[in-house]
Each structure stands twice: as C-alpha cells, then as structure tokens.
C-alpha cells in the first residue's frame, strides 16, 4: 500500500462524533433572524423546528444535488430546475375578483402591499394567506404567506438570475408554475419573485427592468 | 439572500454536517469543532448572494469551515507549536481498522501534524478527507497547481519523516 493509501485509511479511521443534535435548529433559528443565540434556550422549539424541516425535506423535495439552482426555496415559491421548458407562455390569466383590497386584507389576513406606479387595480382575488391583484395592463402580482411548504414550484429550464437591488429572482423564461396544493399548472411567462415580511410576492407580465422598478416601488 | 427559504438551507445543513463536523476536527479546531461548523453554516447563508450559480457547494461550504477553523485556532493558539506537537493526540483512531495498523496510522497522524502548514492542510484535505484535487483546491483558496506541487512536497517530508517507509504488507 502506497503512502495515499495508508493516509487515507487514516483519515478515515478517525472517529468524528455524530453531530450536536441542535445544529440543525440552532443555524436556521440564526439565519431566519430569531434571537441571536449560540444555544437554543428552548429545546422544544428546537425540536419542532427540526422536526419540521424534516418533514419538509421528506414531503418535497428531490435529492438535493447541492447546488444552489437546485435547492432554491424563495419563500413560497421553490424552484426547481427540469431538462426542457416551453418557449411561450399566454398572458398571466387575469384577476376578475372584485374585492376591494380593505376586504382583500381581511379574508388573508395580511395587509397586501401594492406597486404605487400601477395606480388602481382591476381585480382583487384573496383567500386564506393569499391576494391576488391585477391591473388592466395585464400586470398580475400575487402576495402569500410563507410556510415552510412551497405554495408554488416553478420548473425553469434556465435564466434564473438575483437581481441584487431588490433581493428578488428573476424567472427569465416561460415556465410551469406548479400551484402545490392543487397539483394545478400553468405555464408563466417571466416573473419576479421576492420577499419581504414573510410575505412572498410574485409578479408576473411586464419586462425585468420594469418589474424591478415595481417592486422597489411596492409597499 | 434574505429571500432564501430556510426549511431548504435545514436540508443542506443536515447533509453537509457531518463532512462539516469532519473537516473542522483534521484542521484541529478541537473542542471548538460544534461551535466553529454552526458559525459556518450561518456564515455559508449569509453569503449565499455571492455563491456562483451551478458551483458545488460542498468546497464552498468547507472553505468556510476552514476559515472558522483558523480563526479558532489562532485565537486560541498561546500554545507553542511544541507543546501542540507533544501534547497527545485528540482525535480516536478506529482500533477495529484492519488495512492499516493503528500503531502505523498514529505515527502517520504524527507525521502529518509535524508538516508546516501549508502542506498539513493539502494533505488533510486531499488524503485525510479524501477530497478531489479540484475540491482541495477550492477549499484552501489556491491554484490547482499549487495543490499539486504543495502536495508533492509534502508526501515527500512525509517520506523522509516516517520511520519505515512504506512498508509492504
């Protein structure tokens, strides 16, 4: 046996202990803003959130082949990466509900933040965590809470990009848009989601730029 | 990325744990080990935005380690480089291993850690973790030439250093 050899059967002879248990929580309790501690006071929230990651993991998502293309959760959206996408998409269907947005805020339970520059909607949608709005120009963005479980898959071929001014991700391409719960689909055109507050919003029907200059001005 | 999901970032961190936890003890952080790869994973999110889309991230994340490991170390390190060499080894060599014998593997750890450092580092990540030349390369931050002829180097200290060269068994 070679020198490589022996030094890898040494490497892997040493016994590492398992890893602390906590870790898993502690990091995400850190990174999603919790009160910053090195140890979790609460083992039970520990616990659960633990816990919920593994149901998470287990209920949604493939093998994680470790990049980040192919893990990406943006809040309620996750997107996940396929082989072929198609090369059009319709226009976003549009919002026909009537609600005024007081009424929107009521039924989700969330004040829905709206892009100033759009001036008034014409059409409302809500449900539970959930508004739609629309506008005559055919501009649709949709606003939910984020849980741990996607509301939605996007299955993009290519051209996901960050686009730094905004926190947000750029979907350049038409895409399936998977709503989970309902195993329904559609295909997208380009869309930009973001989230801000533990709301995920999407916005879908107009070019990049503009959609950035949007959601900078949505609130 | 503020908008990354952490339910995800949970799935990353339970499968890089342990290759995590592995790297910090070969580059010694010790009784830090727990707190150094926690660091890390915060850290690793924290600068998702600058992460290269379609790259690994296993190297990346292990680079990371590797850097909290050395700020461990270094903090801690009011210990002279002698007593570290006599002071006695803290990691447990499996006894049940049969290819090679403990008695060769501990004098192979000593051999190892006695290298400078540069050259400790190429050899724990390339042989003791067993990490590809590309990966090893992306973890220490250097060349891949660098790697190479770093590592050529130190297998031959690490030739001239061990009792019995190479023994044929």
Redesign the interface.
């Known amino acids: 046996?070679?020198?490589?050899d022996?030094?890898?059967?040494?490497?892997?002879?040493?016994?590492?202990?398992?890893?602390?248990e906590e870790?898993?929580a502690?990091?995400?309790s850190?990174?999603?803003g919790a009160p910053v501690r090195?140890r979790l006071r609460d083992r039970w929230r520990a616990f659960l959130?633990?816990f919920?990651?593994?149901i998470?993991?287990a209920a949604l998502?493939p093998p994680?082949r470790?990049?980040?293309?192919e893990?990406?959760?943006?809040?309620?959206v996750?997107a996940v990466p396929v082989g072929t996408a198609p090369t059009s998409a319709p226009t976003a269907p549009p919002v026909t509900g009537k609600l005024t947005l007081q009424d929107a805020a009521r039924v989700a339970g969330f004040k829905p933040a709206v892009p100033a520059a759009l001036g008034a909607p014409a059409g409302v949608e809500a449900s539970s965590g959930f508004i739609a709005i629309g506008w005559a120009n055919g501009v649709r963005l949709e606003q939910f809470h984020?849980e741990?479980h996607?509301l939605y898959w996007k299955k993009y071929y290519n051209g996901?990009e960050?686009v730094?001014e905004v926190?947000?991700?750029w979907f350049a391409t038409p895409h399936e848009l998977v709503l989970v719960n309902e195993q329904r689909v559609r295909i997208a055109g380009p869309t930009l989601?973001?989230?801000r507050g533990g709301v995920t919003f999407r916005l879908e029907g107009v070019d990049k730029a503009r959609a950035v200059e949007l959601a900078r001005g949505t609130s | 990325?503020?908008?990354?999901?952490?339910?995800?970032?949970?799935?990353?961190?339970?499968?890089?744990?342990?290759v995590a936890?592995?790297t910090a003890?070969?580059l010694g952080a010790g009784a830090d080990t727990?707190?150094v790869?926690?660091e890390a994973?915060?850290k690793a999110?924290?600068a998702?935005?600058g992460?290269r889309?379609?790259?690994?991230?296993?190297p990346w994340l292990l680079r990371i380690v590797a850097n909290e490991t050395r700020n461990v170390v270094r903090a801690r390190g009011r210990r002279s480089r002698r007593e570290e060499l006599a002071a006695p080894l803290d990691?447990?060599?499996?006894p049940a291993?049969q290819?090679?014998s403990l008695e060769?593997?501990t004098e192979?750890?000593k051999a190892?850690r006695a290298l400078p450092e540069q050259m400790r580092l190429v050899?724990t990540c390339r042989?003791?973790?067993?990490l590809d030349e590309q990966e090893t390369a992306a973890v220490l931050g250097w060349p891949r030439g660098t790697v190479k002829s770093r590592l050529h180097r130190a297998?031959g200290r690490?030739?001239d250093a061990?009792p019995d060269k190479?023994v044929?068994?």
């Open positions: 046996m070679n020198l490589d022996e030094l890898r059967v040494l490497g892997r002879s040493v016994v590492v202990p398992p890893v602390d870790l898993t502690a990091v995400l850190r990174v999603a090195k959130a633990g919920l990651v593994l998470a993991g998502t994680v470790a990049t980040v293309a893990w990406l959760h943006i809040g309620g996750q984020s741990v996607p996901l960050y730094h926190d947000a991700f989601v973001w989230v | 990325m503020r908008g990354g999901d952490s339910a995800a970032y949970g799935e990353l961190v339970v499968r890089h744990a342990p936890k592995r003890v070969f727990d707190d790869v926690q994973f915060v999110y924290r998702l935005g992460f889309d379609g790259a690994s991230f296993r990691v447990v060599l499996d291993e290819a090679v060769r593997r192979l750890l190892v050899v042989y003791l973790l067993d297998i690490l030739r061990l190479e044929q068994r």
